[in-house]
């Protein structure tokens, strides 16, 4: 993981063989660097755990990328292809659509600032998402900032994912899923319990829910081994992204720069597991192998 430029090129390859049909908004002056080199450099820093862009262009400096962008030309250019690089995830992720039908959703806390700087904080109080306190029944502990919620199938691979307040309970993203999704099993966590928009999912879009009971209900049934081994997996997931991607580590300012590095990280996520899968033949998720 340590060549930079090494792996930028192979990345840069697979996005142009993939991805190169999609747009982007037309510039009246041809930048040296094009969005889909950007994007790519921005897919391998995340790749490669470079989560600041001081740390990236001293990275860069005497490579053939050093001169070809600004520092504060990348990070306003990176903000405003937000879409593009949805695209580019999208795209991805369709790849491997059609390998199963079986998805695990799941939300994780997403911390803007400690508390005790919260009433405080500057940050992201002036976008149309506000951020809000929470509580992560996973770590026992509170916090200030945002919750993203995800749907990755049984191999790992995101399909969908989508912000809110922290103060929002998980199980209002299922709203948004019987959209996206149909024909399908739905494996969640208790926070996901609801009869009702268990019934509206699968008269909606066939999707069949299946959440663990609580002890203290009404004629409690033990959760199948077979799915809660499954839904591990997005648990993974989550514990990679927070360990490699850094995606618990908040640098942004606004809630465009932090929805923007979120997309990145699970983007680059993404690229990592085409390529294992598509280019080297190897593991999906063996995230920290090497490219080169």
Known sequence: MNNLIQNYKIILKELTNTCKYITTSKQIRLPKMSDLELVALNLTAEYMSINSELQLFRCISGTDLDGRIERSVYNKRKRKLFPYIEKIRETLSSKFSDFTDVFIVDSTPIEICKISRANRSAICSTDEIKPAYGYCAAQKSRYFGYKLHAVCDKNGIFHSFDFSPANVHDVNYLHDIKENFENCLLIGDRGYISKE???????????????PMRKNQHNFVDFCKTKSKI?????????????????NINLAKTFQGLATRIVSKITSFTMIQ???????KRSLNKLKINLC
């Open 197 to 211: 928009l268990q019934l509206d999912l699968f008269n909606y879009s066939k999707i069949n829910l299946s959440v």
């Open 231 to 247: 839904r591990k997996r997005i648990e993974t997931n989550i514990s990679q992204l927070c360990g490699q991607f850094l995606i």
């Open 274 to 280: 085409y390529l294992n899968f598509f280019v080297f």
